[in-house]
C-alpha cells in the first residue's frame, strides 16, 4: 500500500498534468497518460529509483464505440520493491502509432509483435514488425470487435 | 496343484490343425493380417496427447491389440492419430503428412478439437480435421479416456478386418 502511495506521489511530482488519472482497483495501481508521452514515463519508472526493470505483459484492449477506440496496457514489476504498476494509454482508432519499447525490454519485441497481429496498431521503432501468430496471407486482425466471428481464412482448400 | 486337464479327442484344435491347412477367404486373411500389424503415427498437437500417452505406455498399454508400434515417419505408417487441435495454420502440415502416406492408411480424429474444433469455433481453428483429410474413427471426449482410446482402436480393428482389401498387384493391373 505504502507503495502504491510512493509511486502515486513520485509520478504526478515529476509528470505533474501528463498523468490524467491514477485507480487502484483491488489494490494495484493503474495509471492512465496520454500516448505521446508513454516512452519518458516508462523510462523514468524503469530506471533506478524506482525500479520497475520487468516488463511483464504489454497488451491491448478494443473498446469498439467509445473514443480512444484502443487502449494499450503495460504491466511493470519492480523485483526490488516487489512491486506491481498498471500504465495504460489510448490509442485513437485514426492515428494507431504508438512507440515502441524494444529498446527498453527486449520482451517486448514479441509482444509488440502480437498486439500488431492481433489489434492492428503499429508501433514506431520496432525492429521487425511481422506478424506473429496468424500466418502470412491473412487479412484484418482477428482480436478486433469489428473482426466477423464466423469469418475463416483457410490456406488449403477444405473437404465439402 | 490340480491335475492337468487332457485336451479332449474330437477339440477344435484337433479338427482343424489335423489337415495341416486351413480354409479361409484371402480377403478376410489379409485383414486380419492388417488389423494386428497397425504402424501408427502420432500427429500430436494439444493436450489430448497426455491421454495418447497413457494409452500408449504401460498402465493402458495398446501394444496389447497389436497397434503399438509408433513410427515418426508417415511415411511407414498406416495409422494417423490426429490428436489435438488443428488450426488454420497448421492444416497445410497435416494435408502434407497424410499425403506421404501409404496406402492403405486410415485416420483417428482423437479428442473434440479434432472431430469438431471443439470449444474453439473461432478464426484460427479448423472445424474438424474431415474438412481437410478423410477420417475413419472419431472419438469423442474432452480430453477422452485412454478407455475410448482403446475402443476406438478395436473398432478400427473390426473396420479393417471388415473392409474390402484392396491389394497392390490388382490396382496394379487395373
Given amino acids: ?160 | 496343484m490340480g491335475k492337468i486337464r487332457p485336451i479332449k479327442k474330437h477339440s477344435y484344435y484337433q479338427k482343424t490343425a489335423h489337415g495341416g491347412f486351413i480354409a479361409t477367404k484371402l480377403n478376410y486373411a489379409i485383414g486380419w493380417g492388417r488389423k494386428f500389424s497397425i504402424f501408427h503415427y502420432p500427429f500430436i498437437t494439444a493436450c489430448c496427447g497426455m491421454e495418447y500417452m497413457s494409452a500408449a505406455c504401460a498402465h493402458w498399454d495398446f501394444d496389447r491389440f497389436g497397434v503399438g508400434m509408433t513410427t515418426f515417419s508417415p511415411r511407414q505408417s498406416d495409422l494417423l492419430f490426429v490428436v489435438g487441435t488443428i488450426t488454420h495454420k497448421e492444416a497445410p502440415v497435416l494435408k502434407t503428412v497424410y499425403d506421404q502416406m501409404v496406402e492403405p492408411n486410415w485416420v483417428i480424429a482423437c479428442g473434440a478439437c479434432a472431430v469438431s474444433g471443439g470449444i474453439y469455433d473461432n478464426y484460427a481453428v479448423v472445424q474438424g480435421i474431415d474438412k481437410i483429410i478423410p477420417v475413419d474413427v472419431y472419438i469423442p471426449g474432452c480430453p477422452p479416456r485412454p478407455e475410448t482410446i482403446l475402443n476406438a482402436l478395436l473398432k478400427l480393428q473390426d473396420k479393417i478386418q471388415k473392409q474390402k482389401q484392396d491389394l497392390r498387384w490388382k490396382i496394379i493391373k487395373e
Avoid at chain 1, 482497483?25 to 524506482?50: A, H, N, S, Y
Avoid at chain 1, 500504465?87 to 502480437?114: F, H, Q, T, Y
Fill in chain 1, 1 to 160: 500500500m505504502e507503495d502504491n502511495q510512493r509511486i502515486k506521489e513520485s509520478l504526478t511530482k515529476k509528470f505533474k498534468d501528463k498523468v490524467l488519472n491514477v485507480k487502484e482497483p483491488l489494490g494495484d495501481t493503474v495509471i492512465q497518460v496520454k500516448k505521446q508521452d508513454i516512452l519518458e514515463i516508462l523510462k523514468f519508472l524503469k530506471e533506478k529509483p524506482q525500479d520497475y526493470s520487468m516488463l511483464l505483459d504489454l497488451t491491448c484492449v478494443d473498446y469498439k464505440g467509445k473514443k480512444p477506440r484502443f487502449e494499450m496496457v503495460y504491466h511493470v514489476f519492480s523485483l526490488s520493491k516487489n512491486h506491481r504498476l498498471r500504465i495504460k494509454c489510448g490509442v485513437p482508432e485514426d492515428d494507431l502509432e504508438v512507440p515502441s519499447v524494444c529498446g527498453m525490454w527486449k520482451n517486448a519485441n514479441w509482444l509488440e509483435r502480437e498486439v500488431y497481429d492481433m489489434f492492428g496498431i503499429h508501433f514506431t521503432g520496432h525492429p521487425d514488425l511481422r506478424r506473429l501468430f496468424m500466418y502470412d496471407g491473412f487479412e484484418g486482425h482477428p482480436l478486433r470487435k469489428d473482426y466477423p466471428l464466423r469469418k475463416r481464412q483457410p490456406r488449403i482448400r477444405l473437404r465439402k
